[in-house]
């Protein structure tokens, strides 16, 4: 018996009229209240909001560690597995007869500077020096922190929070959200991902509340990355400057400095946004990209060259061998106290594997709904190359050639503890500095600002589009100005309470509350696509053997 046709229109209300015109006002009003109770908590309790979110964080901590871990190796399988398997793999992500909007070369600079372009800047240099320091294995007594055995580690590690894992948290909502909208003609917005689960309930509370909480969920996620963005711009401008207010004496950027920096990216990010995908977003994503090519050619040249080139290679036959591993242990606290070897290793993974994971699904609504968005036309197949397989290539090159040129510095270039004694935030630039004479330092410097610039304006003024879009009940046009400027207003005011509530600790661990109930809409999501294309396929074979009766008939 035959599947009943899929649903292909979900009514979601909008405004006819006033300022909400084209807009649902549940979703709308409601994630504006959500943030702005979060905003006032943090500016006018500071020190109370502070206290509480570092409590819950320890509890999420304690308790969701393995449901993050799970999750997103099910992203991932998930993934590859549509991808490979011949009748989906093939499948297109659009109608008959839709092309890509956008060249490789810019829908692969769009979804890289959307998707990661901040983070993996603040973060080639800092991590591999991190994990050549500290790692699961170095806790455990089998490398020795800061030694030579434990660099290919330190990069197996770092491999693994910028890899394959990061990028199926994109793609798989992505994938998803193309699907639906593009090739069964559904809003793109969250709630039409879970249409084969809950139907047309979607259109009422239910869709209301997913939407919500993705538009929650991205405002989190993007202050994370803004937030390191701008301690990073900071740390750059008083690398040219050596303006002493940027700066404290610890080494960090002082929450003015930070301030200051989000006030000059979010008035860039609104007025890209203000241009639309097609204009400010792309030229921008161009931008970066030959920016980054640059760099990496500048370390390509002049760094560790064939240290790097074995960190990559080998690095990446170290991930790939012990991915299925990494993916899925649980380090399980004993409560025997917190020197005890097993408690240390999972308070690593819960500090760096867990943290990310929800960071990567914080960011999910966001960067999936901008991968729908600029990747119709394109085949199962091709949208995972292009969303999982190439990034991650992509991050690797950079934490080779830049994290593998620090490495090597501080262990045969004589650069002791000025790389890895500078905050994660100046680290970059502290390599810089090592390397070439104070006046070259600052011309590069130069380009490495300018570069985070235009790698935080693009994340910015993606996820502007993005929230309003799911506002608007998935309406793509360029609509709102208005609203747009709200939005980018709200996301800068977001990230400036929460700076001043706690600083960077404070986003994070907003950030992981906002996550966790978003994994769940994901696990949904996972769940509707792969029912959704069964039942396709079960269409098909019964299509396809009445026609072969019919033809048997005549």
């Not at 050619?297 to 080998?314: I, P």
């Not at 600083?503 to 696509?529: E, H, K, Q, R």
């Amino acid at each position: 018996m035959p599947f009943k046709p899929p649903l292909r229109k979900l009514d979601i209300d909008t405004a006819d009229t006033g300022f909400y015109e084209g807009y649902n006002t549940y979703v709308t009003l409601g994630a504006k209240v959500i943030i702005v109770l979060l905003i006032i908590w943090a500016a006018v309790w500071s020190e109370n909001a502070g206290s509480t979110l570092g409590a819950i964080r320890s509890t999420i901590d304690a308790y969701t560690g393995p449901w993050y871990m799970y999750v997103v190796a099910l992203f991932i399988v998930t993934c590859f597995g549509l991808a490979l398997y011949p009748r989906t793999g093939k499948l297109m992500l659009g109608k008959p007869g839709d092309t890509p909007e956008f060249d490789s070369f810019s829908w692969f600079s769009m979804m890289f500077g959307a998707g990661i372009g901040i983070g993996m800047l603040t973060y080639a240099t800092a991590e591999p020096i991190y994990h050549f320091g500290t790692n699961p294995e170095t806790i455990q007594g089998l490398t020795t922190g800061g030694a030579a055995d434990n660099v290919r580690d330190a990069f197996k590690w770092s491999f693994l929070h910028w890899g394959l894992s990061a990028w199926a948290c994109y793609a798989i909502v992505g994938l998803a959200l193309a699907f639906f909208s593009y090739a069964r003609g559904l809003p793109l917005t969250i709630r039409s991902g879970l249409t084969p689960l809950f139907g047309k309930t979607l259109e009422g509370p239910l869709g209301h509340v997913i939407d919500i909480v993705s538009v929650v969920a991205t405002i989190l996620g993007v202050a994370v990355t803004i937030g390191y963005g701008v301690s990073q711009f900071a740390s750059g401008v008083f690398n040219i400057t050596g303006a002493q207010w940027l700066m404290t004496e610890d080494g960090a950027p002082t929450v003015a400095a930070m301030l200051a920096a989000l006030v000059i990216v979010m008035l860039c990010s609104v007025l890209s946004a203000l241009s639309g995908v097609g204009k400010g977003i792309k030229w921008l994503s161009n931008l970066n990209m030959g920016l980054s090519f640059f760099i990496l050619a500048f370390f390509l040249v002049f760094g560790s060259t064939l240290f790097a080139f074995k960190a990559l290679f080998v690095g990446i036959w170290d991930y790939i061998t012990a991915l299925p591993y990494m993916s899925v242990h649980i380090f399980s606290p004993d409560g025997t106290g917190a020197d005890n070897v097993t408690n240390q290793l999972a308070g690593w993974q819960g500090g760096w594997t867990v943290f990310y994971w929800a960071w990567w699904i914080a960011f999910a609504p966001f960067v999936g709904l901008f991968l729908a968005r600029i990747s119709r036309g394109r085949s199962v197949r091709e949208y995972v190359l292009g969303a999982m397989i190439v990034p991650s290539v992509m991050c690797f090159v950079w934490f080779a050639f830049a994290g593998g040129t620090a490495i090597d510095l501080t262990l045969n270039g004589g650069a002791g503890d000025q790389i890895t004694g500078a905050g994660i935030s100046s680290q970059l630039f502290a390599m810089i500095n090592f390397m070439l004479s104070p006046l070259l330092a600052k011309l590069m410097s130069i380009v490495i600002v300018v570069l985070l610039l235009t790698y935080l304006v693009t994340s910015a003024d993606s996820a502007i589009l993005i929230i309003n879009t799911i506002a608007a009940a998935g309406d793509e046009s360029e609509k709102g100005r208005i609203h747009i400027i709200v939005w980018g207003c709200i996301l800068g005011i977001v990230i400036g309470a929460l700076l001043m509530a706690g600083g960077l600790d404070a986003i994070n661990t907003a950030m992981i509350i906002g996550a966790l109930p978003f994994s769940v809409v994901m696990v949904l999501m996972c769940i509707a696509l792969i029912k959704a294309l069964y039942r396709d396929g079960k269409r098909e074979a019964h299509a396809e053997a009445a026609a072969a009766r019919s033809k048997t008939a005549a």
